[in-house]
């Protein structure tokens, strides 16, 4: 078992990794003496395997539990979404001695999360993430959010859970697709932070991908404490340290919003944009051919893309332009120097067309 802490004052909060501990979960809330009613949220898929198991485990402890299951799915991070699941936390009388434990996916953590943060003004929750996007980046940070017409995310807040309880061992479920797409993070993890990572995942690929538990926990661990430090260091997006994490992500989203969300998946699309990304570096100067060839081929064998050719140019600048990262006439992209390190850049527009039109 791993324990972490993320540092935060009185919102400070520990994570803790370790194979089987969803079965430990209702001992764990137990030991919470302020609480007297929990309710589980998790998806269908996640339910099927795992719900038995967490309610199983909180019968013998004096808390009233219900489960709220939502559809799996992005579109499920709606407010109407929400409204459902404001309704069965009153159908159960949750009130601030009710405690909300969310046990999923990213989908699952963020609405989760976001009801958390505004029933009743906040109730305390948990997470209890279930995939590997999940165990290394958004079950920990308290950005909770719902979706809505205008963009993803858009209505949401900061809100910390009162703890991160991360099972590797639930991954053997996950489809393979979705395994990448952690990958792809815990990938980014190593680029802008940390370059033992980076050498160690080369090394372990394929261990990884097989769920070799001792390197799993490891990884996830290491992962976690990177994300925990920049949390701390930058917990509501105001100093820019945390937009490190954002490296990939806004060529990426691009990506993702011009191939209309289906031909590109985030992890993807998030992968072509860390290659065009270091290219664009390259062709700056800041960064060598080696810093390139490393990350493609770590890409590669996690089973993610990494060349991409736009359909329409012009499509992909439109949607930069209306990102809210990016400025008028040049782009501020996070660039990496080396394996390990990376700047925040202003790119002029024609580098990114260089890299998107060539390559
Ligand atoms: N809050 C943050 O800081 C933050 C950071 C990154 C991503 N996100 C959000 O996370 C979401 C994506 O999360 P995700 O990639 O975890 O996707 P997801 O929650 O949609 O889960 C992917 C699929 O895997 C299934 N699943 C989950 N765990 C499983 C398991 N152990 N076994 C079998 N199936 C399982 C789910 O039912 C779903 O079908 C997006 O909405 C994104 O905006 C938030």
Redesign the pocket.
């Known amino acids: 078992m791993k324990t972490l802490k993320v540092r935060l004052g009185p919102r400070s909060y520990n994570i803790i990794i370790a194979s089987g501990i969803l079965k430990e979960l209702a001992r764990m809330l137990s030991t919470y003496s302020d609480i007297t009613k929990v309710m589980l949220i998790t998806?269908k898929?996640?339910a099927r395997?795992?719900g038995p198991i967490v309610t199983e485990s909180l019968r013998p402890y004096k808390l009233e539990a219900a489960v709220a299951t939502i559809e799996?799915?992005?579109e499920q991070?709606s407010l109407s979404t929400a409204e459902v699941l404001y309704e069965r936390l009153f159908q159960h009388g949750m009130d601030r001695k009710g405690l909300v434990v969310a046990l999923?996916?990213?989908?699952?953590?963020?609405i989760a999360g976001y009801v958390a943060a505004t029933y009743m003004r906040g109730i305390p929750y948990i997470q209890a993430p279930?995939?590997l996007?999940?165990q290394v980046?958004?079950s920990i940070?308290g950005?909770?959010?719902v979706n809505h017409p205008k963009g993803?995310?858009m209505i949401g807040c900061f809100y910390q859970p009162r703890a991160v309880y991360i099972d590797p061992s639930?991954?053997k479920?996950?489809?393979r697709e979705?395994l990448t797409?952690g990958l792809v993070e815990v990938i980014k993890y190593g680029v802008i932070r940390d370059a033992g990572l980076f050498n160690y995942l080369e090394a372990h690929i394929e261990e990884l991908l097989g769920l070799d538990p001792e390197v799993l926990e490891k990884v996830i661990a290491t992962c976690c404490r990177i994300k925990a430090w920049v949390v701390h260091k930058d917990e509501r997006e105001e100093t820019g340290l945390r937009s490190i994490l954002n490296y990939g992500h806004t060529l990426g989203h691009a990506i993702e919003a011009v191939e209309g969300y289906k031909g590109y998946r985030?992890g993807e699309a998030v992968a072509t944009g860390m290659v065009l990304a270091t290219r664009i570096a390259l062709l700056m100067g800041l960064a060598g051919e080696e810093v390139l060839e490393r990350q493609k081929n770590l890409l590669r064998a996690a089973g993610a893309p990494t060349d991409y050719r736009p359909r329409d140019i012009q499509e992909i600048f439109a949607f930069l332009r209306r990102d809210k990262k990016a400025l008028a006439g040049r782009l501020n992209l996070i660039l990496p120097t080396k394996i390990g390190k990376v700047v925040l850049k202003e790119v002029p527009e024609e580098m990114v067309r260089e890299v998107l039109t060539s390559g």
């Not at 999923?104 to 963020?110: E, I, L, Q, T």
């Open positions: 998806d898929n996640v395997f795992y799996p799915g992005e991070k999923g996916g990213g989908v699952v953590g963020d279930t995939t996007v999940a980046d958004s940070g950005k909770v959010a993803k995310n639930v991954l479920t996950l489809p979705e797409q985030h």
